[in-house]
């Protein structure tokens, strides 16, 4: 018992020396600790201060090299200034001057302006007084000088252009008239064609008159069955041994022309065989339509044409234009157009073709609206044709003005071939009426005593009054009546225009 309490006892001395021992080693530390941070602040307190004064040094001396430059910028800047200052007293002086100039020009100006006005009043006072002197002298007022004097200078301007327009015409009037006579004279020479006359009707014989109630038939039926199925009219009179035909439209009257001659032929005439026979004409004619055009194209020789254009120009032989046959028209168009255009050195095959194509309308022109011209024009173009063989088409009849060489050469052939005298029929009402037409336009103008159409209308004769008319005046009366036929009236070819005073013609005007 007492050693474990010696024990004890010397555990709890042990420990309170222990304790003793670690509390001295403790306040130690603290002690050196305490010692290295004050050394350490004093360290920092001095490294502080050094840093301070050397940033109180920088900024001293960044301060005084701020204050150097702003000093010397500022001062380049007051040199700057005081130049520019320099400069503007200058320009103020100059402008000064020149403010100076120009008032003293002002003043001068305003002085030249009043004797300038001083000057014109006596101008003017000296002129009223030199033309009433004028018209004491003349005896004239200034309103009688300046109509004599306009009058005078009227019959000098009209003489002068008289002169000049007989001068100008007679040198073209040679020139072309040698020109014409060649190229007219050598395309007629080689260009031959016979042309018939056809009419609206179509004459078919028979062999005898008994034939003429077979066509009919029992109550007309034969007669009616031809006349719905052709569209043309059956005249069956007392004509011997003969039928007539009549049609505006003259392929259905040629159809009706070979139907009925198979008919005749065949010997059966009935409803049934009239329609067999009827669309068997036909389709023979749609093969002579097509080969007629395959000829004229051959004719023609100036290259391969689209098929629908080759079958309607076809057409045309069956179609007369004033009793002249269409096709034999238009190729003889081709023929005096290609021999001009080679001549003359133009495009001979756009010439031809537009010639072989410038009248295709007319095989349409019931059928579709607008003139012959514009239609061929559409025909050509919808198939292909050039533009220069379009418009030689459409302005063969002017309506549109011509541009090119083809396009008057197509217009020369196509007068040449309806005007050559035989080449066309008409009726002698027309004839007349146009030939009344002619003589009124002249008889209308003051000064003409009487006026004669000639030669079927291609020349008038105007005879003048002497005392009325004179030299220059009939020339530009021969124009003027020229000029009105041309706008009033429809011809063939040219009209000449001869102006006869005191016996003797003056001047000729087409």
């Known amino acids: ?41 004093a360290d920092a307190g001095r490294e502080a201060d050094a840093t301070r004064r050397e940033a109180q040094v920088d900024a001293r001396e960044q301060a005084v090299r701020l204050r150097s430059e702003i000093e010397t910028e500022v001062q380049d800047r007051r040199v700057e200034i005081a130049k520019i200052e320099e400069r503007i007293v200058s320009k103020d002086a100059e402008a000064d001057a020149r403010l100076l100039e120009v008032e003293r020009k002002e003043q001068g100006l305003g002085d030249r302006e009043v004797h300038v006005k001083a000057l014109q009043d006596e101008l003017r006072e000296a002129q ?51 020109r014409a006579r060649a190229l007219i004279a050598d395309s007629l020479q080689r260009v031959a064609a016979s042309h018939t006359a056809e ?88 093969e002579h339509v097509l080969q007629a055009g395959e000829q004229a194209v051959f004719e ?61 309308g007319k095989a349409v022109s019931h059928e579709v609206e607008g003139s012959h011209a514009l239609i061929s024009a559409q025909l050509a173009r919808r198939h292909g044709e050039s533009e220069g063989v379009v418009h030689a088409i459409e302005a063969h009849h002017y309506e549109v003005q011509p541009q090119t060489v083809e ?39 003051t000064g003409v005593a009487k006026a004669y159409a000639l030669q079927a209308g291609r020349e008038i004769r105007v005879i003048v009054e002497p005392s009325e008319i004179d030299d220059d005046a009939a020339v530009l009366l021969s124009h003027e009546i020229a000029r009105e036929i041309e706008d009033q009236l429809e011809y063939p070819g040219q ?6 005073r005191e016996s003797r013609a003056i001047e000729v005007a087409k």
Do not use: W
């Open 128 to 178: 009223r007084e030199a033309l009433g002197a004028l018209e004491r002298i003349s005896g004239l007022t200034v309103q009688d000088a300046r109509q004599q004097l306009l009058e005078r200078s009227k019959d000098l301007v009209r003489h002068e252009l008289a002169r000049e327009v007989r001068q100008m015409e007679e040198e073209a009037r040679t020139d072309a008239r040698r």
């Open 495 to 500: 009209v000449k225009v001869i102006v006869i």
């Open 407 to 445: 396009a008057v050469l197509l217009i020369s052939a196509d007068a040449v071939s309806a005007s050559r005298p035989g080449a066309r029929g008409e009726s002698l009402e027309n004839y007349i009426r146009r030939l009344e037409a002619l003589e009124e336009i002249a008889t209308t103008k």
């Open 199 to 286: 009419a609206t009707v179509s004459v078919v014989e028979l062999a005898s008159d008994d034939l003429k109630g077979r066509i009919i038939g029992r109550e007309g039926r034969n007669i009616r069955a031809l006349e719905h199925l052709t569209g043309v009219d059956f005249i069956i009179d007392d004509t011997p041994h003969a039928v007539v035909l009549s049609s505006f439209d003259p392929m259905r009257r040629e159809i009706a022309r070979v139907t009925l001659d198979k008919l005749i032929e065949d010997g059966r005439i009935h409803p049934a065989r009239i329609e067999e026979m009827y669309y068997q004409a036909k389709a023979e004619l749609d």
């Open 300 to 360: 023609a020789n100036c290259g391969e044409f689209h098929e629908e254009l080759v079958r309607v120009l076809g057409r045309l032989r069956y179609r007369t234009s004033y009793g002249q046959n269409v096709l034999k028209h238009t190729l003889e168009v081709v023929h005096l157009g290609g021999i001009m255009a080679a001549e003359l050195k133009a495009g001979v095959r756009t010439t031809k073709r537009a010639a072989l194509l410038h009248d295709i």
């Open 1 to 41: 018992m007492l050693t474990a309490v010696a024990a004890l006892i010397g555990i709890l001395v042990g420990a309170l020396a222990a304790s003793a021992l670690l509390m001295a080693r403790s306040r130690s530390r603290v002690r050196s600790a305490e010692a290295e941070r004050n050394r350490i602040l």
